[in-house]
């Protein structure tokens, strides 16, 4: 009975395997590129909050000013004149003088979510209708305002849209596994819910919407003491009875020099975020790891060989043909073969995450509650007058 159950352990972890890669070629497909018309009068503003100097920022932002849409406005926000990231800005407004670009800068303190208190700065600076929101690590493609566009525009029913990340860049170890794990199991995760007809998960990496919509739902206010904002964000409009689709575009999520650790650190908080905003699922997703998986099967009286053999094998072929998918070949053969040990390295990270009580993000730390409320451990100031270059 224990062989038949963990048999039927693996057939299931199989199927997800195979739905993830069917997901991933399914959601970027050439039919699903729909570009909106350059004539179509539709001006976007896009959000940038920034806060230091991340990897290939200057890269990364070069690529928004390369937009091949004639109606858009960049607004960068930063917290203090002294971030680097200001510079950064100042150079690429000097290159590009024939794109809007707008630098707001603010002392904070508009939302315990630190992100979200940049934007409520920003969205004060911003003049049009359809907003996007983008992550400073983020490079995009000439035409990937007209994609997201083309999604939005398409069906008058639905309210936000969002991208599958690939993710590139890497020369460290720990890069190299943080891109894997974008790449396989993070990528297919959020592809699947894009492809099998419900509500797409909504990323913050990437997200475009109405703002005359989103206001009417509650707006920032509403998930600015949220640690899983862009999640909650992506829910507001399903309750709403909009469509969250994912735009067939991907994006890059540039991460070059993250070290272990880091790269540990980071899934701790993303692991954290799962247990308390999809508490009933979270306890399965080993499940979805056919390493996991393949350690269960000896417990369930499944000797031998075999179930690693199953295991590694269907991790480098999902690992594989999505980096191949979402990025190219390039960088495939240095990386694959750590997806076997990657998968492991965040098995500890998935059985800790539950129980974390507090959260460290962007040099703060929080008390995370049900649904990702955070609580500040200190009183937080008024917030102070703002300026715009």
Not at 90 to 99: A, F, I, K, Q, T
Request: some cysteine; proline content about 6%; charged content about 20%.
């Amino acid at each position: 009975m224990m062989i038949a159950l963990a048999v039927l352990l693996m057939l299931f972890t199989t199927i997800a395997t195979a739905l993830s890669i069917a997901s991933v070629y399914g959601v970027t497909a050439p039919r699903r590129r729909l570009l909106a018309p350059l004539s179509a009068a539709v001006p976007v503003s896009v959000l940038k909050p920034l806060c230091g100097a991340d990897d290939a920022l200057e890269a990364n932002l070069e690529t928004f000013f390369r937009q091949r849409w004639p109606h858009f406005e960049l607004v960068f926000g930063v917290e203090g004149e002294s971030d680097p990231a200001v510079a950064v800005v100042r150079r690429l407004r000097e290159r590009y003088p024939s794109v809007r670009a707008r630098l707001v800068i603010h002392d904070g303190k508009r939302a315990l979510n630190p992100k979200v208190s940049n934007l409520r700065a920003m969205l004060e600076a911003g003049t049009h209708d359809v907003v996007v929101i983008s992550d400073s690590n983020v490079a995009v493609e000439p035409d990937y305002l007209r994609l997201m566009l083309g999604q939005l525009l398409a069906d008058p029913a639905v309210g936000l849209v969002s991208n599958l990340f690939a993710g590139t860049g890497e020369r460290s170890l720990g890069a190299t596994l943080e891109n894997l794990h974008l790449n396989g199991p993070v990528a297919g995760s959020v592809a699947i819910t894009g492809d099998t007809g419900g509500q797409a998960v909504s990323v913050g990496k990437s997200m475009l919407f109405r703002r005359s919509v989103f206001e009417t739902l509650g707006g920032l206010e509403a998930v600015g003491s949220l640690l899983a904002e862009d999640f909650v964000m992506g829910r507001m409009f399903a309750q709403a009875g909009y469509k969250v689709r994912l735009c067939a575009g991907v994006i890059h999520n540039v991460c070059t020099a993250t070290s272990v650790p880091r790269f540990l650190h980071r899934h701790l908080r993303w692991g954290l975020i799962r247990s308390r905003v999809t508490p009933a699922m979270y306890p399965f997703e080993p499940l979805f790891s056919p390493m996991a998986v393949a350690l269960i099967a000896p417990l369930l009286g499944l000797m031998g060989p075999w179930p690693l053999i199953w295991g590694v094998a269907l991790t480098l072929l999902r690992d594989g043909l999505q980096w191949v998918r979402l990025r190219g070949r390039d960088g495939l053969l240095h990386a694959l073969p750590l997806g076997p040990v990657k998968e492991l390295l965040v098995l500890p990270v998935w059985a800790i995450a539950p129980f974390l009580r507090t959260v460290s993000w962007r040099g703060r730390s929080y008390r995370v509650s049900t649904g990702t409320r955070l609580y500040a451990k200190a009183p937080q100031g008024r917030p102070r007058e703002l300026r715009q270059e």
